[in-house]
């Protein structure tokens, strides 16, 4: 007998959620009492996005952070530095229309109405850690696209070894772009077997509706093995390039942050240790896993690489 074995990513058969199960988890969010709520609200107005997301096994025993922590505790310089500033000031940002200029080694570079790009994607739902660099965590329920099934749209050549993102350049919506405390816009790379591992995503939603500004609207990346700063938020700019591309932490300090920036508890921060890290909500620190608990997954795309030079 075949016995097919299901890696994590891989969909559970009729794991489509029935929207009730949604409902109730969301009045959960939402703090509502589920019967007096379920009686109160119709299903259409609490139904979101992409409820009908596919699940996945991915972080299917994690205690997702509330909707209210992930949305109102942010980086996004391009709103400003503090962690309240995205929530505050992203909202001026027009989302729609959207569209992404695909340039560099493919077939079939142009600029592509989000909507192209998307079409005929199934939209899931992954649970995935995410580690800021600053030692602090949270679990967020992802709805997007694996990044391969986007990136091979469009052809990669074979020489192709990286693929680089940018961020919209838009300072009369992003006032913290009228400061040069980045060189804009922000920058992010990848490796082409990083980009291209099925564990990395593009969201575009986030507990099953359409993501908010503050996260990264309309579209941004997920890397979950890596630092937070790698996952670029509002991208509006893929190349396919030969070499390693520019990003924007190591151009602004490039003695603490490198290119492939790895989740590794036993590589300090010259400024801080990055041995524990705080969960968003809790008030105890963790230990910080290795590739932040996702090495059964990765570790081997850096085989014979010194981990601690490449940091
Ligand atoms: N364009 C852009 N993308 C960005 C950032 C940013 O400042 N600008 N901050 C990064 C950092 S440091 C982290 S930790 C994550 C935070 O994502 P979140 O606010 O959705 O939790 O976004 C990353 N992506
Ligand atoms: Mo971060």
């Known amino acids: 007998m075949l016995i097919k074995v299901r890696k994590p990513w891989e969909l559970r058969e009729q794991d489509v959620t029935s929207q009730q199960l949604y409902v109730n988890r969301r009045q959960v969010i939402a703090g509502l009492g589920i019967a007096g709520a379920a009686a109160a609200l119709p299903v259409s107005a609490l139904a979101g996005a992409f409820d009908g997301a596919i699940k996945t096994d991915w972080g299917k025993d994690e205690l997702p952070t509330s909707l209210k922590d992930i ?6 310089y391009e709103f400003g530095t503090d962690k309240g500033d995205p929530k505050k000031y992203a909202h001026k940002l027009t989302t729609d229309p959207w569209s992404i200029k695909i340039s560099g080694e493919c077939a079939k570079p142009g600029t592509y109405a989000l909507e192209d ?10 649970i995935y850690r995410l580690r800021c660099v600053e030692a602090w965590s949270m679990v ?120 492939y920036a790895n989740v590794n508890p036993t590589v300090d921060h010259p400024r801080w240790s990055q041995a524990k890290e705080r969960r968003i909500g809790d008030f105890f620190r963790t230990p910080t896993k290795m590739f932040n608990g996702y090495a059964s997954e990765v570790a081997s795309l850096y085989d014979g690489m010194d981990l601690r030079s490449f940091y």
């Open 140 to 259: 967020v329920p992802w709805n997007g696209i694996q990044l391969s099934e986007i990136l091979k749209k469009f052809e990669p050549t074979s020489k192709a070894k990286y693929v680089s993102f940018k961020t919209l350049y838009r300072p009369k919506e992003m006032w913290g772009q009228r400061r040069n405390f980045i060189d804009w816009p922000y920058e992010e790379g990848l490796r082409m077997d990083e980009a291209m591992h099925p564990l990395t995503m593009a969201a575009i939603g986030i507990y099953g509706d359409t993501i908010p500004n503050q996260n990264g609207a309309p579209i941004r990346l997920v890397v979950p093995w890596k630092y937070g700063f790698k996952s670029i938020k509002s991208i509006v700019e893929i190349e396919f390039t030969e070499k390693e591309p520019r990003t924007s932490w190591n151009i602004r300090l490039p003695r603490e942050y490198g290119f």
């Open 71 to 76: 949305t109102s505790y942010n980086n996004f």
């Open 117 to 126: 790009i998307l079409k005929g994607q199934d939209v899931e739902e992954r």
